[in-house]
């Protein structure tokens, strides 16, 4: 089965001109200059479009590419975030074939958390638990807007009916996430506070929205 890129990559192909729908004979031909040539090339955008939606569809319908693409929405979205204090593309997303939820949420929580050292070293002289919290705060925020969007997009393709196994696996991966997320901030504050973290309730013992 072709994973999303390669889709992408296929419909990115511009579409032979005789195998568009052709003009009646009859019908005068269209007056030369650019409203001319933009027709053609809408033409293949929408047919290009078509093609990608179906194959995607049919994909995801098998239950291969659903939390790969929420694994790319949350790693974009996080990468957008960071950007202001670290440039773009701080995250390097890697490719995996093992999109299971807890393969998939493991690798979301991993990377994003990797980048910790790095935030804390900009922000040294800060109060040590509001740059964890904070960081936290970020990283989680771009994770539920990466959930968010890969979500609509399965939705409109009709993937996220109640019950369905691939809504079952993306809302196991947004737990697992969430769960991991907790387990890196308690860990955190844990070592601010000589090992442990009185008090500390979990940020996000939630289900997915």
């Given at each position: 089965?072709?994973?999303?890129?390669?889709?992408?990559?296929?419909?990115?192909?511009?579409?032979?001109?005789?195998?568009?729908?052709?003009?009646?004979?009859?019908?005068?031909?269209?007056?030369?200059?650019?409203?001319?040539?933009?027709?053609?090339?809408?033409?293949?955008?929408?047919?290009?479009?078509?093609?990608?939606?179906?194959?995607?569809?049919?994909?995801?319908?098998?239950?291969?590419?659903?939390?790969?693409?929420?694994?790319r929405s949350a790693i974009d979205r996080i990468n957008e975030l960071l950007a202001p204090e670290f440039g773009p593309g701080a995250?390097?997303?890697?490719?995996?074939?093992?999109?299971s939820p807890a393969a998939t949420a493991g690798r979301i929580v991993a990377l994003s958390t990797a980048f910790f050292d790095r935030y804390a070293a900009q922000h040294a002289g800060e109060d040590p638990e509001a740059v964890v919290r904070n960081f936290m705060k970020l990283i989680r925020s771009g994770f539920e807007q990466g959930y968010g969007e890969a979500r609509d997009i399965l939705s409109g393709l009709g993937v996220m009916d109640e019950g369905s196994a691939i809504a079952e696996g993306v809302q196991q991966t947004y737990?697992?996430?969430?769960?991991?997320?907790?387990?890196?901030?308690?860990?955190?504050?844990?070592?601010?506070?000589?090992?442990?973290?009185?008090?500390?309730?979990?940020?996000?013992?939630?289900?997915?929205?």
């Amino acid at each position: 089965m072709a994973t999303l890129s390669a889709l992408g990559a296929a419909a990115a192909q511009p579409v032979p001109a005789n195998r568009l729908p052709s003009a009646a004979s009859d019908t005068p031909p269209a007056a030369a200059g650019p409203a001319a040539d933009a027709a053609p090339r809408d033409q293949r955008a929408r047919l290009n479009a078509q093609i990608l939606q179906a194959s995607l569809e049919v994909s995801l319908k098998a239950g291969d590419d659903a939390t790969a693409l929420l694994y790319r929405s949350a790693i974009d979205r996080i990468n957008e975030l960071l950007a202001p204090e670290f440039g773009p593309g701080a995250l390097q997303a890697a490719s995996a074939q093992d999109h299971s939820p807890a393969a998939t949420a493991g690798r979301i929580v991993a990377l994003s958390t990797a980048f910790f050292d790095r935030y804390a070293a900009q922000h040294a002289g800060e109060d040590p638990e509001a740059v964890v919290r904070n960081f936290m705060k970020l990283i989680r925020s771009g994770f539920e807007q990466g959930y968010g969007e890969a979500r609509d997009i399965l939705s409109g393709l009709g993937v996220m009916d109640e019950g369905s196994a691939i809504a079952e696996g993306v809302q196991q991966t947004y737990a697992l996430v969430q769960q991991g997320y907790d387990d890196f901030l308690a860990s955190r504050l844990a070592a601010l506070n000589g090992g442990t973290a009185a008090g500390e309730a979990p940020d996000a013992a939630r289900s997915a929205p």
